[in-house]
């Protein structure tokens, strides 16, 4: 598995996202935002940070970047892409995903460690060959703009297709997210963003390494093209 | 261009506003919305709506106006 890690002026989570594209066994490279070649890619990792200084709406500029039109087309052919926080911000703002995040309902950022519920995906049998198809992840989460939104008509629709990847357990919502959605995926399932952090909970040293699960997902879900 | 939360979308920016404005002794005021306001010279103001819909706001989440100052220099 090749992956492929886009790095914008202000990115921030770039390097940890790398490493653990490897952790996972697999071979990661930068990609610049100037560049539109993705050959010899197989997944695509859209990071966090603050790209283009977050600058009129986080992920607003970043989404007209070379990289990202070559992230559309390999996204449009079945290629797996991962948005984390300003990535899934990115993704939004480039339609690739439904919905917008928005400031947090606190109007304070936030950064503390919570358990998400993975969704169906769909296509990653249950760990541990076990009968329950979801699973509890303990992941950290640093934003000030993460309340995910969306029509009600569209949050019933992304219900109805599975499209919901990750919610906050109960109780621990930590933006006022829309039905405590933390992540959403594309309808061909594909494309999958999500606020919190899977690149900083790969390491027994910082508590968890649920946010491997994260990246084998993202890296099972490519459509074959 | 004038861009605004859209109605029935959660603004804590102007609750918060709202929430400070009694303090310092504004009463009677409700329903405060904070949005940002983007001002440009264009020659041709035809395509204004595209780049509104396109970068300056977000459809989804957003209203915008236009407001044209001839001659505004």
New interface residues.
């Given amino acids: 598995m090749r992956w492929g890690v886009l790095q914008f002026p202000g990115s921030c989570d770039e390097r940890d996202a790398l490493a653990a594209c490897e952790r996972g066994g697999g071979e990661a490279r930068l990609v610049w935002h100037e560049e539109r070649d993705l050959a010899g890619i197989d997944a695509v990792v859209v990071p966090g940070g603050f790209s283009y200084g977050d600058y009129l709406r986080a992920g607003a500029i970043a989404r007209f970047s070379p990289a990202m039109e070559a992230v559309g087309e390999f996204a449009a052919s079945g290629g797996p892409v991962l948005g984390i926080c300003n990535g899934f911000q990115v993704l939004c703002e480039a339609g690739l995903l439904p919905g917008a995040l928005l400031l947090n309902e606190s109007m304070r950022f936030t950064c503390r460690q919570l358990d998400l519920i993975e969704g169906p995906s769909g296509r990653l049998p249950p760990l541990g060959g076990g009968q329950s198809t979801t699973r509890q992840l303990s992941i950290p989460a640093k934003h000030g703009e993460g309340r995910y939104y969306a029509p009600d008509e569209v949050l019933d629709a992304l219900e109805a297709n599975g499209q919901i990847a990750y919610r906050y357990a109960p109780g621990q919502n930590p933006n006022g997210s829309a039905r405590d959605i933390a992540g959403v995926r594309n309808e061909a399932g594909n494309v999958v963003g999500l606020m919190p952090h899977p690149e900083h909970a790969v390491d027994p040293l910082t508590g968890s390494t649920d946010g491997l699960r994260v990246f084998e997902a993202v890296a099972a879900a490519g459509v074959a093209a | 261009m004038l861009i605004r939360p859209k109605e029935g979308?959660?603004d804590?920016?102007g609750k918060?506003v709202e929430r400070a404005l009694p303090a310092l002794g504004f009463e009677g005021i409700e329903h405060v919305h904070v949005g940002r306001m983007v001002e440009l010279d264009v020659e041709d103001p035809e395509r204004l709506g595209e780049l509104c819909e396109k970068?300056?706001a977000?459809p989804?989440?957003e209203d915008y106006e236009i407001e044209q100052l001839d001659g505004a220099a």
């Fill in positions: 979308i959660l804590p920016q918060a970068l300056l977000n989804l989440i």
